[in-house]
């Protein structure tokens, strides 16, 4: 009994469970991206929302993949279409020319059968007419007048030459031309017909094709505006995820100041030269010494550069940080260890720890801090990326100038001096 009751509970909480879970599911499925995206785009813009709403971020930023790819793939069908279309115009172009030039034979072929007809009618006129003073030169002579009197009554040509067949006054030569002409008269006339009939044939074709064409037009002129909001949409997705993604890698808070890189050290060396015990010469840093190991702190909120070795420097990284509008890189030198390239970082994060690699008498870190002026960490951050040049232009001697990019003398930026402890 009591195994039944544990059973039926046991069944009752996983029941239970399945329910809440097909209802947390529903939850992200039924998230309505498309009637609230600027909510969703100001929610996600930020890393700190962005990170307490990650799974609706995640979704978010899928949607706008989405879109972007719908976008995408309606452009390139887009294109498609325009190019058959363009296609059809060429065809249909290419046959009404081709139909303009028959259109403009079959006019010449209707006004020679014109003529021809016209020629044709003449000939019976001046045949009927020699015919008629033949008859005249008949009745005066022998005084029967029935003759001339039959065939002048005649209504019509046609009628005329009727009558004429069977006159016996006339000749048998001259009603055979009467009947050839009369017989060629209604030939051109046929011909004449059936001219004008495919030349009528030929232009209400062409008219329906010109119609056509102007369809053709329009619809491509259609797909263009298409494809050109299409475009334009990409170009708005772009900008959307380029705002979540830059936020990812980049958005940290501005950290208000800096921090110094180590807790506690000796400042060995200042910027410019180093100290005479050194020999002297160009430094462009500051160093800071204490044993291997020593914890070595993000001085803001900001993305690690690069890392690498080499230069002198041994194992070196470079930070960039954003501060007060204004974004600085430091370069880092003779690291025992770092941390990854690409990573992002909060102000007093362990980055590196300190070491004697490369140029080196002694554990220490060397730190060098360029300024670079109402330049955002983004900018700073596809710059390197496209030049790998993390002097910025500056070369290892170029200060700079601080209206756009400038090395700073790190002791003075840290507040410290040769030879200080702290
Ligand atoms: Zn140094």
Redesign the pocket.
């Known amino acids: 009994m009591l195994k039944k009751k544990k059973a039926i509970l046991f069944y009752c909480a996983i029941l239970f469970f399945v329910v809440l879970m097909f209802i947390h599911l529903n939850t992200f499925a039924a998230i309505d991206y498309a009637s609230n995206e600027s909510y969703y785009q100001k929610l996600c813009n930020k890393r700190s929302s962005y990170n307490a709403n990650k799974s609706v971020c995640v979704g978010y930023e899928n949607y706008l993949k989405n879109k972007k790819s719908a976008s995408k793939k309606a452009q390139s069908d887009l294109k498609t279409q325009i190019e058959e279309t363009k296609g059809d115009i060429a065809d249909l172009t290419g046959l009404i020319q081709k139909q303009t030039k028959l259109i403009e034979d079959k006019k010449a072929d209707i006004a020679e059968t014109e003529s021809e007809i016209k020629q044709t009618e003449e000939d019976i006129k001046n045949l009927e007419d020699d015919i008629l003073q033949r008859l005249a030169l008949m009745q005066q002579m022998d005084s029967e007048n029935f003759v001339i009197d039959f065939l002048m009554s005649s209504q019509s040509i046609d009628d005329f030459l009727t009558k004429v067949d069977g006159v016996n006054a006339i000749n048998d030569a001259n009603k055979e031309v009467i009947n050839d002409l009369d017989y060629a008269k209604k030939q051109l006339k046929t011909k004449k017909t059936e001219l004008v009939k495919s030349k009528k044939d030929l232009e209400s074709a062409q008219a329906e094709q010109k119609t056509m064409l102007k369809e053709y037009y329009s619809k491509e002129s259609e797909l263009f505006q298409k494809l050109q909001a299409e475009q334009k949409n990409n170009a708005v997705y772009n900008k959307m995820l380029n705002n979540i993604n830059v936020n990812d890698i980049t958005g940290q808070a501005s950290s208000k100041g800096f921090i110094l890189p180590v807790k506690h050290a000796v400042v060995t060396?200042a910027a410019w030269y180093y100290p005479i015990d050194f020999g002297g010469g160009w430094?462009p840093?500051v160093?800071l010494a204490n044993n291997w190991g020593t914890p070595i702190y993000a001085s803001a909120n900001g993305v690690i550069l690069a890392t690498g070795s080499g230069y002198g420097y041994g194992n070196y990284m470079v930070a960039a940080y954003q501060v007060g509008g204004s974004t600085y890189t430091m370069l880092y030198?003779h690291l025992q260890k770092y941390a990854n390239y690409g990573s992002t970082i909060k102000q007093g994060q362990v980055i590196a720890y300190m070491g004697s690699t490369g140029n080196s008498t002694g554990p220490h870190v060397?730190v060098e801090v360029i300024k670079h002026t109402n330049q955002s960490l983004k900018t700073v951050i596809n710059q390197f990326k496209s030049t790998g040049d993390f002097y910025f232009g500056l070369g290892y001697t170029g200060i700079g100038s601080c209206s756009s990019v400038c090395r700073l003398k790190p002791h003075v930026f840290f507040g410290l001096s040769y030879g200080q402890s702290f």
């Open positions: 060396a430094h840093g160093d030198g060397h």
